[in-house]
């Protein structure tokens, strides 16, 4: 229901989204996948595979992706557990129509890659 969410949020803003119902799911449209990702939205905690896991093997083949985190915790909680470095871009949720795209443009806008 939040990957529903998150493409009908974001194409109505424009943005062409790919979506996964898990990680080992997001590995295989990447590897499939020959033009280049431009951010990866993914849950911190998932069954599976870690969010901060999918990000490190995304990266290893897109270093230039930006990541954005997205969890029902919040960030004090992320942060004091280790599952996120500070300084990593983290939105939680439940989050409003207007919040999750301004969020999505102030990461694609920071200069340099955020991991």
């Keep these: 229901a939040i990957s529903r969410l998150v493409q009908r949020l974001l194409g109505a803003k424009g943005y062409h989204v790919i979506s996964a119902h898990d990680g080992p799911s997001a590995l295989r449209i990447c590897s499939e996948r020959v033009a280049e990702f431009d951010l990866l939205i993914t849950d911190v905690v998932m069954p599976i595979m870690s969010g901060r896991e999918l990000a490190r093997q995304i990266l290893s083949v897109y270093p230039n992706i930006k990541v954005l985190f997205v969890s029902g915790y919040s960030e004090d ?24 795209p301004r969020k999505v443009r102030e990461v694609l806008d920071t200069p340099g890659v955020l991991r």
């Design 77 to 100: 909680s992320i942060l004091h557990q280790d599952l996120l470095e500070p300084g990593t871009a983290f939105l939680q949720k439940p989050f409003s129509a207007d919040s999750l």
